[in-house]
């Protein structure tokens, strides 16, 4: 089996190729998979299955195209895994960019993502949301 450390990797790779169903064979089943931030961020959803983690891709999609993404650090801690990175995404409905780092918290049991944990500048995003 394969260690938290290269699941984790292996799913950010899968992510940096735009392969999704790659990264979704790394998500448990049921798992808590949040991004933090206000109601207002379109983002800042809670999901608990495989399948509303990929509706959450699908939704990201359509809002923004990522243009850069960066995962810069992973630190290990056993089951536990933080990636420090950095994204920079122009938002399809406004045509704005936005940028910030971003930390992600993921666990690992069985060799599958149960919890993954989102926290960036979400300032940032909702002001490129904004209209001129």
């Not at 930390?103 to 149960?114: A, E, F, R, S």
């Not at 500048?121 to 002001?127: G, I, K």
Request: hydrophobic share 40%.
């Amino acid at each position: 089996m394969d260690t938290p450390m290269e699941v984790v990797r292996r799913a950010y790779q899968a992510f940096g190729r735009n392969d999704i169903e790659a990264v979704l064979e790394c998500v448990a089943p049921t798992l808590d998979w949040r991004i933090v931030g206000p109601a207002s961020l379109p983002h800042a959803t809670q999901c608990r299955t495989r399948q509303e983690v990929g509706q959450y891709f699908k939704d990201l999609a359509a809002d923004g195209e990522i243009t850069t993404w960066e995962p810069r650090e992973f630190i290990d801690a056993n089951e536990h895994i933080v990636v420090l990175g950095f994204v920079r995404v122009t938002l399809k409905e406004t045509g704005k960019p936005f940028e910030t780092e971003w930390v992600h918290i993921c666990t690992i049991k069985d060799g599958l993502l149960t919890r993954w944990i989102e926290f960036f500048d979400t300032a940032a995003r909702l002001t490129a949301s904004l209209r001129d």
